[in-house]
């Protein structure tokens, strides 16, 4: 599977592509609308972004539970009900005098099973994408990775338009709106496809399974460069306020720019032959352009570095294509999903430590600080990544 053509024709992907794509949108708006209504009733900063990222936060809580039932339930079953789920809390939201800890606790529990949604939506993309060659997934990740950026930049921006003139409670009318479509072409676009893996769901299941994927050496490398740079670099990220709010939003949207591009160029470009060497030196491209904000430069430099270090972003694609190649089948999604919750995960702590490190010194400081972190993360990891992928004989050895 080289091209997108092909990758629309394989079965099925066009409706996981906008069934992903109108969840993105409905997350994008609603956050926006529900941290608007939070910070209209308590004028707490906080809370407001609590109120806005707490779902990604959350997701941890699901990793550690929940997981174990990305491989042993149907995923359309399990796609559409978590669209419906996620629409009846954004429905609970608009309720007039709802107490902020209520739509707090609303947002946790959006939160909770998103993890699971994502080893669900990754893991039926191996089984899409790779049908007719198992090169699939990589092209199909980077679609869905560049589908996101733009419902967020777009969701983002109608947000901002709807708020004020629909208030936040009929903005957040229309977030649920767009997650009950999205249920609805999950269910008619998907094939009641069985679960990839038998036995029943458990917390203890879960707990053996993120144990195992964890035992795995080669997958415990693969794990921490999925994370740990990336969040570091988030990080950054999050001290454009800080650093030059006036700007912040170019910054921002240069950071999407490079991040789209990269996925473009990585999942429809890149052979196969340059994927195994050129994951370090774009891992390496994630952190080095932030060096230069220790100069504090021009607008122009800054945002020119910040787009092509989000370029390094495309790293990931590289990385999770490893991952599933050191997965047996029967873990895809659950291996999948504990990918993305770690990384949101590590996304948060890069943020908390970035304010920290510029409370007490400064927004420009804590980024050279971070990006020097990152290149000393994705060094020492480096050796661990270059060894050849033999995950079956690894899991078989895990297990024993």
């Given at each position: 599977?080289?091209?997108?053509?092909?990758?629309?024709?394989?079965?099925?992907?066009?409706?996981?592509?906008?069934?992903?794509?109108?969840?993105?949108?409905?997350?994008?708006?609603?956050?926006?609308?529900?941290?608007?209504?939070?910070?209209?009733?308590?004028?707490?900063?906080?809370?407001?972004?609590?109120?806005?990222?707490?779902?990604?936060?959350?997701?941890?809580?699901?990793?550690?539970?929940?997981?174990?039932?990305?491989?042993?339930?149907?995923?359309?079953?399990?796609?559409?009900?978590?669209?419906?789920?996620?629409?009846?809390?954004?429905?609970?939201?608009?309720?007039?005098?709802?107490?902020?800890?209520?739509?707090?606790?609303?947002?946790?529990?959006?939160?909770?099973?998103?993890?699971?949604?994502?080893?669900?939506?990754?893991?039926?993309?191996?089984?899409?994408?790779?049908?007719?060659?198992?090169?699939?997934?990589?092209?199909?990740?980077?679609?869905?990775?560049?589908?996101?950026?733009?419902?967020?930049?777009?969701?983002?921006?109608?947000?901002?338009?709807?708020?004020?003139?629909?208030?936040?409670?009929?903005?957040?009318?229309?977030?649920?709106?767009?997650?009950?479509?999205?249920?609805?072409?999950?269910?008619?676009?998907?094939?009641?496809?069985?679960?990839?893996?038998?036995?029943?769901?458990?917390l203890r299941e879960t707990v053996r399974g993120n144990a195992l994927l964890w035992s795995s050496v080669p997958r415990r490398y693969v794990y921490l460069a999925l994370w740990v740079p990336n969040g570091l670099i988030v990080g950054c990220e999050a001290l454009f306020v800080p650093y030059d709010s006036a700007h912040a939003g170019l910054l921002l949207a240069s950071a999407a720019l490079g991040m789209?591009?990269?996925?473009?160029?990585?999942?429809?470009?890149?052979?196969?032959?340059?994927?195994?060497?050129?994951?370090?030196?774009?891992?390496?491209?994630?952190?080095?352009?932030?060096?230069?904000?220790?100069?504090?430069p021009s607008l122009p430099v800054a945002l020119a570095a910040v787009a092509v270090a989000s370029v390094g972003f495309s790293a990931g694609l590289l990385l999770q294509e490893r991952l599933v190649a050191l997965t047996p089948d029967e873990l895809g999604g659950h291996a999948l999903g504990l990918h993305t919750a770690g990384m949101l995960t590590m996304q948060g702590v890069g943020a908390l430590t970035?304010?920290?490190?510029?409370?007490?010194?400064?927004?420009?400081?804590?980024?050279?600080?971070?990006?020097?972190?990152?290149?000393?993360?994705?060094?020492?990891?480096?050796?661990?990544?270059?060894?050849?992928?033999?995950?079956?004989?690894?899991?078989?050895?895990?297990?024993?």
């Open positions: 599977m080289r091209t997108y053509r092909d990758l629309f024709a394989a079965p099925e992907f066009t409706p996981l592509f906008a069934a992903c794509s109108l969840q993105t949108a409905a997350q994008t708006v609603g956050g926006l609308a529900l941290g608007s209504l939070v910070y209209a009733s308590t004028g707490s900063p906080l809370l407001s972004a609590l109120a806005m990222f707490g779902p990604a936060l959350a997701q941890v809580v699901g990793a550690l539970t929940l997981l174990s039932a990305a491989d042993r339930l149907p995923p359309r079953a399990v796609l559409t009900g978590l669209c419906l789920l996620l629409g009846l809390a954004t429905l609970l939201q608009t309720v007039p005098g709802l107490p902020t800890a209520a739509a707090l606790t609303l947002v946790v529990l959006q939160g909770v099973p998103a993890a699971l949604g994502g080893g669900v939506r990754y893991g039926l993309l191996t089984e899409l994408a790779d049908s007719t060659d198992k090169g699939g997934y990589l092209l199909g990740r980077s679609v869905l990775n560049m589908s996101s950026g733009i419902c967020q930049i777009t969701g983002y921006a109608l947000g901002g338009v709807l708020v004020p003139a629909l208030s936040a409670r009929g903005t957040l009318l229309i977030a649920a709106g767009l997650y009950v479509l999205s249920a609805a072409v999950a269910r008619t676009g998907l094939s009641a496809r069985p679960a990839r893996s038998a036995g029943r769901p458990s789209l591009a990269g996925d473009f160029l990585t999942g429809r470009f890149l052979p196969a032959r340059l994927r195994g060497r050129l994951g370090a030196p774009l891992r390496l491209l994630l952190a080095v352009p932030y060096l230069v904000f220790g100069a504090r970035a304010g920290g490190l510029a409370q007490l010194t400064s927004p420009a400081a804590a980024m050279v600080v971070l990006a020097v972190l990152s290149v000393a993360v994705t060094l020492v990891l480096g050796p661990g990544l270059r060894a050849p992928v033999s995950a079956r004989a690894e899991d078989s050895t895990c297990a024993a």
